[in-house]
């Protein structure tokens, strides 16, 4: 009974710590959410600011009862995803840290902080750029007959789907250092299948960004672009053993 009460004692701790570390992040994101709704109306204007260029003295418009509030709802919370993200990684970082070696939580830390910094760059270029090009796009098309009317809850929608492509495109330089690193592939091999990412890019573009070639190019070519800086750089940090020549 002893023994079965010493095997437990260590799950019963990893338990209590990953509960204690789950709280701490939850907490966290609540007083985020709460603080990011009380501007949530200054957020909803920043967030459609790209679709509003285009729509000179038009207002997106929305259908449901509660859509206004719920819209609002969405944001915020968004914006605690992200302002939090930092406190929330390192909440899992301290609870995996001490079941890791020196050199295994010299790795980890740096691709912690490149995965934030990549996937808030990655929200910013399609803020920035993509949604610019995009709705230009799409207003030069519109017939003169027709009137636009875009729903802002289906914007937000859009919004944050474009939001998760592009910052998940952008972490990957980090899956591929990772592959790497790991062994489960090595530099050359990623070199050879260049022309299959390639085609995955933009098989992967056309899946989840709007039916229109544009903003397809304007995630499969960054993908291209981002996974070939991972090849350069896992180059750069992992080179291959160099066999000795044999004396003759």
């Not at 995996?96 to 990549?118: D, F, M, R």
């Not at 610019?132 to 289906?154: R, T, Y």
């Not at 474009?162 to 592959?179: D, K, N, Q, R, S």
């Not at 899946?207 to 896992?234: F, K």
Request: glycine fraction near 6%; hydrophobic fraction near 60%.
């Amino acid at each position: 009974m002893s023994e079965l009460s010493d095997n437990l004692q260590p799950l019963i701790s990893h338990l209590v710590e990953l509960r204690t570390r789950l709280v701490r992040g939850a907490l966290v994101f609540i007083v985020g959410f709460l603080i990011a709704f009380a501007f949530s109306a200054q957020l909803y204007d920043l967030l459609v600011a790209p679709l509003a260029a285009v729509l000179p003295g038009q207002k997106l418009v929305t259908i449901g009862i509660a859509s206004p509030f719920l819209v609002q709802v969405k944001i915020a919370a968004m914006t605690a995803f992200v302002v939090t993200l930092p406190h929330t990684l390192y909440q899992v970082w301290a609870f995996v840290a001490p079941g890791l070696y020196t050199h295994e939580k010299k790795l980890i830390a740096p691709l912690i902080i490149a995965s934030t910094l990549l996937f808030l760059l990655g929200m910013g270029f399609a803020y920035f750029l993509v949604f610019g090009v995009v709705f230009k796009f799409i207003a030069s098309v519109v017939p003169a007959s027709m009137q636009w009317l875009p729903d802002s809850g289906e914007y937000l929608d859009f919004a944050m789907g474009m939001f998760l492509a592009f910052g998940v495109t952008f972490e990957v330089p980090i899956a591929v250092i990772i592959m790497v690193r790991m062994g489960f592939v090595s530099v050359a091999k990623l070199r050879e299948i260049r022309s299959y990412v390639i085609v995955g890019a933009f098989v992967i573009a056309a899946i989840v960004t709007p039916p229109d070639v544009l903003s397809q190019c304007l995630l499969a070519i960054p993908l291209w672009l981002l996974y070939e800086a991972g090849v350069l750089v896992a180059s750069w940090l992992y080179q291959p053993p160099k066999t000795a020549t044999p004396v003759l």
